[in-house]
């Protein structure tokens, strides 16, 4: 059935929506529901603050090595990734679209004495507001949205030119079906049953078509690969279940 004229079309998937605003008390919780995030921390902010300083020729040992920049943290969460981009000295804005995890990172910024701007809004209301960015992290959020193109268009359209930006999801194999679903969901338990859905799954393909669309151009690419006699995610060459992609704007 075609969508009514006055309709509006969305990157919302409110259930994927309603399902993480339901465990929202959770976010800050390292042996909680999103333990799999805490873990993955480590090796998303090295490669984020190695690749931005790179790029913008910055030196990695400065403690406020993003400072004068402003990034974009679309579908932020509670804030696992905005409190440390804002230690760094960065101009951090978090972009939720669940008022919930949006309150639920206010407080935590607030009792971390850190000043973050977080918004309860989508990629495209941001877009039409006329936002731009040196960088958008675009971390797990792919995923869970009712439109993978129109969402990569928004976040693409308000990048600056010569900006970055990251973005980190899991691959629609077998592979990721089993590992990543029945595995994490089921056997493991680091995730509640129902997080991921293997159709919404993204191949790097998916993702690159609407990023070379908008001006955008995959410069890097690594798999992340979790490690069990560690119990720690390392980048890896394979990008059969976690992977990120870093795209660069030219003009």
């Not at 004068?68 to 679309?74: A, E, N, S």
Request: glycine share 6%; charged share 25%; aromatic share 8%.
């Amino acid at each position: 059935m075609a969508k009514a004229k006055n309709q509006k079309s969305t990157t919302i998937d409110q259930v994927e929506v309603d399902r993480f605003s339901a465990m929202a008390d959770e976010w800050w919780s390292p042996t909680g529901k999103f333990r799999p995030l805490h873990k993955f921390n480590p090796v998303r902010l090295q490669y984020i603050k190695q690749q931005i300083c790179q790029h913008f020729d910055r030196d990695m040992r400065d403690p406020n090595a993003l400072s004068g920049l402003r990034i974009l943290d679309i579908g932020c969460g509670g804030g696992l990734l905005c409190e440390p981009i804002a230690r760094m000295g960065g101009t951090i804005i978090g972009a939720d679209a669940s008022q919930t995890n949006i309150e639920v990172a206010r407080i935590h910024a607030g009792q971390s004495r850190l000043d973050i701007d977080y918004r309860a809004i989508t990629a495209e209301e941001l877009q039409a507001m006329g936002e731009k960015f040196d960088v958008v992290l675009n971390m797990d959020v792919v995923e869970h949205v009712a439109d993978v193109n129109l969402f990569i268009s928004a976040c693409a359209k308000m990048i600056k030119p010569k900006g970055l930006m990251f973005i980190a999801t899991i691959n629609r194999t077998k592979k990721a079906q089993a590992l990543a679903i029945f595995m994490a969901e089921n056997v493991l338990r680091w995730l509640p049953k129902g997080t991921h859905t293997y159709e919404k799954l993204v191949k790097p393909e998916e993702i690159e078509a609407p990023l070379n669309d908008n001006g955008m151009e995959v410069i890097d690419r690594t798999g992340v690969f979790y490690n069990p006699l560690t119990d720690r995610w390392i980048k890896s060459r394979d990008m059969d279940v976690n992977y990120m992609l870093l795209a660069k704007r030219h003009t």
